[in-house]
């Protein structure tokens, strides 16, 4: 017998497979279209989530890491975000909901961190749901940054506690994943929101992100709820 339908609060989906996507199609689409195509999708999952009664859903969309792909596809999607963000961000306000991109600012154009401080402010008095941006993010990363905050706010490091050092994190406002879902098959976390993943439960899809459905988000959503989740108990 199934239980009652419990919908996650948070849920975080690693972007994976664009690029694979791309290549796999028959008629050899770049790496361009795969990653339009992956923001597209996106699009899609932030409206079937949200509209099944999930409050935060965050995106992995580019990691620390990233940068060392080739200066091309590099710059491609430095140029996607400089020119997807404003629309991006205006589609949530009309929407009602929240924007906050979580990741180090080192590295990224400064027009790019314009673009970000702008859409968070646009989008700050939101309540219809927030949606996360992992851009230029590393799990290891956010804790790094974290401590460094509480050390130049002369924090005595014998005093600290989990709760302090959750507070100076991206987003400290952001809780816990509830689920965490990456696609392509790839079965690994690769850094993602490591201080959230705590008592995630995790996914692993074969499909590439670009052809993730509405049925896959409802099937996802129906794993989390036969999941008897019991948090150390």
């Known amino acids: 017998?199934?239980?009652?339908?419990?919908?996650?609060?948070?849920?975080?989906?690693?972007?994976?497979?664009?690029r694979r996507w791309a290549k796999s199609?028959?008629?050899?689409?770049?790496?361009?279209?795969g990653h339009e195509e992956g923001l597209s999708v996106?699009?899609?999952?932030?409206?079937?989530?949200?509209?099944?009664?999930?409050?935060?859903?965050?995106?992995?969309?580019f990691s620390t890491e990233n940068w060392s792909r080739t200066e091309d596809e590099v710059g491609y999607l430095m140029g996607m975000?400089?020119?997807?963000m404003g629309k991006f961000a205006k589609e949530m306000h009309e929407k009602g909901v929240r924007?906050?991109?979580?990741?180090?600012?080192?590295?990224?154009?400064?027009?790019?961190?314009?673009?970000?401080?702008?859409?968070?402010?646009?989008t700050a008095g939101n309540t219809n749901g927030?949606?996360?941006?992992?851009?230029?993010?590393?799990?290891?990363?956010?804790?790094?940054?974290?401590?460094?905050?509480?050390?130049a706010d002369g924090v005595d490091?014998?005093?600290?506690?989990?709760?302090g050092l959750r507070a100076n994190l991206y987003h400290p406002e952001?809780?816990?994943?509830?689920?965490?879902?990456?696609?392509?098959?790839?079965?690994r976390l690769s850094g993602f929101m490591l201080w959230r993943l705590n008592y995630a439960e995790i996914m692993f899809i074969e499909k590439n992100w670009p052809d993730i459905t509405e049925a896959d988000v409802e099937n996802i959503l129906e794993e989390y709820t036969s999941r008897e989740r019991r948090h150390g108990k």
């Open 1 to 18: 017998m199934t239980s009652a339908k419990v919908v996650p609060k948070h849920i975080g989906f690693t972007v994976d497979g664009n």
């Open 25 to 33: 199609n028959r008629k050899g689409l770049s790496t361009a279209t």
């Open 42 to 61: 996106i699009r899609k999952v932030v409206q079937w989530t949200l509209d099944r009664g999930v409050e935060y859903v965050t995106f992995y969309v």
């Open 81 to 84: 975000a400089k020119r997807e």
């Open 99 to 122: 924007l906050a991109v979580l990741g180090s600012r080192e590295r990224v154009d400064p027009e790019i961190v314009k673009f970000i401080d702008e859409a968070e402010a646009l």
């Open 130 to 151: 927030t949606v996360g941006i992992c851009f230029n993010y590393g799990g290891q990363q956010e804790i790094v940054d974290a401590v460094r905050k509480l050390v």
């Open 157 to 163: 490091m014998s005093e600290l506690t989990i709760e």
């Open 174 to 187: 952001l809780p816990d994943l509830d689920m965490v879902v990456r696609t392509s098959g790839e079965e």
